[in-house]
């Protein structure tokens, strides 16, 4: 067990966004986060990433055992063992896209980094992004970036907010092979994903959240034989035009 | 055109006294107001909520009285008011500062206020430290955001600080007044003063327009 989160809820104001989540996540496993607009997924990663706060509940992390790096700790900081690719704003608006994938890099490895770099880029296939700055880039690429950024880092979790909503269906496979490639050298994954298809592909188990609860868990191959109203009338009425 | 050339020449030195009083008091503001308006805009960022709305209201008050008024205001009710002589000079170095840290203080606010926290968080997460996160990702990106503004507004106190002359600071329209009511060529004396003035804004103007577009376009991505 990699992370226990334990009855968790958050409010904003008198909204409930998170209800009483509880989630085991095992380490090396790669989970998929399904539920319609606003039922807090969003919320629910940011809150295991840290980068939000709960009100009640805790989640605790297990990152002692399993594979160890070279690596520089800043404190007792999760980050970027924990990580997170943001739904939005994924970037950093002043700096090419070489230096966004350095700089972090740099901070984690002082050493090493310009091998973990060399190979980030071949595998992305960046060569010809490197100079440009993020606003001479598609949003789609973007997203690329910032899966590199995160992958080069080697977090022990990942936590991926809709990383697949720009991209087109040649890289979204490209993707989806070097995340399960992450997921094999021991990196646990969480991903939102509105596409069906994708968790299909990536995922081997899901959650379905709506309204802030978990309504539905199960391995992703049964996911053909939904149990929550949303799944079933995403699957059975086939309301995922995408 | 003679005419021009002949009174640039014979009052050279007056010119060259007025060019001087008008450099010192404008690097003395931009100086100070610039600092005191980053020292100013961090404390109003770093205070609860209430006092920055009290920030906010002095400011809109200080920035509301036109300059000659406020100027006017340092130089007689307030000294007066604390028994004390400042020379004119002083004076409206004081007072140009005084609303030069204000005006900064409102451009820096504002891009520290609307920081998009999301690339703060971004950097924190890939596990940069919250020294790097401020040295390498937010002072950098409101830098980028304030300058062109913060320039502009310097362009704006180097031509206010002409009515400084209202209280006879000797600087460069105090004097070309005075020649002029002893040669009386207005036509000459206020042409060299536009041109003048040209030489000295219209490269900061350009300075500032060519970091405004390139500024724009590297932070377009929000
Ligand atoms: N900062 C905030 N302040 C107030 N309410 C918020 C805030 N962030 C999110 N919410 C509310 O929390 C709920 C869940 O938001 P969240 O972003 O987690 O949804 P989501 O499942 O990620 O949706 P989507 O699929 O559209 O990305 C929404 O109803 C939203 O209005
Ligand atoms: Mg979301």
Known sequence: MIIRINNISKAYGTINVLSNIS???????????????????????????????????????????GPKSEVNRHSESLWPDV???????????????????????????????????????????????????????????????AIARAISLRPRVLLLDEISSALDNLNAKKIALLLKDAVLNGTTIIMVTHSINFAKYCADEYFVITDGSIVEKNL????????????????TENKYLI | MNDFFQILNEYQGVF??????????CLIVWITGISQGIILSIIAYKVPIPFFYIFQLLTLLI???????????????????????????????????FINTFLVYQVLISSLRNFPNQIADTASVCGLSSIDVL?????????????????????????TSIFSGAISVQEIF??????????????????AMAVFFIFLCFPIYLLSIYYNQKYTKELAEK
């Not at chain 1, 740099?106 to 190979?119: D, G, T």
């Open chain 1, 220 to 235: 992703i191959q049964q996911i053909d034989n939904p149990k929550s109203e949303f799944l079933k009338k995403s699957i």
């Open chain 1, 23 to 65: 989630l085991e996540i095992s380490q090396g496993r790669f989970y998929t986060l399904l539920g319609p607009n606003g039922s807090g997924k969003s919320t629910l990663l940011r809150c295991i990433a840290k980068v939000d706060s709960i009100d009640t509940g805790s989640i605790k992390f297990n990152l002692s055992d």
């Open chain 2, 174 to 191: 105090k004097k070309a007044q005075l020649i002029n009511s002893e040669v009386q060529q207005p036509v000459t004396i206020y042409s």
């Open chain 1, 83 to 145: 990580t997170i690719v943001f739904q939005h704003f994924v970037l950093f608006p002043h700096l090419n896209i070489k230096q966004n994938i350095l700089l972090p890099l740099k901070s984690r490895y002082r050493e090493n980094y310009s091998e973990i770099f060399e190979k980030t880029i071949s595998d992305f296939q960046f060569e010809h992004l490197l100079q440009k700055m993020p606003w001479e880039i598609s949003v789609g690429q973007r997203q690329l970036v």
């Open chain 2, 63 to 97: 920035i509301s009285v036109p300059f000659l008024i406020t100027l006017y205001w340092f130089y007689y009710p307030f000294q007066a008011l604390i028994g004390r002589n400042f020379s004119p000079f002083v004076t409206a170095a004081f007072t140009l500062s």
């Open chain 2, 135 to 159: 040295r390498k990702i937010k002072i950098p990106i409101i830098l980028r955001k304030s300058i062109p503004g913060i320039v502009m507004l310097q362009i704006f106190i180097l031509q």
């Open chain 2, 16 to 25: 060259w006294d007025g060019f001087w009083v008008t450099i010192q008091l």
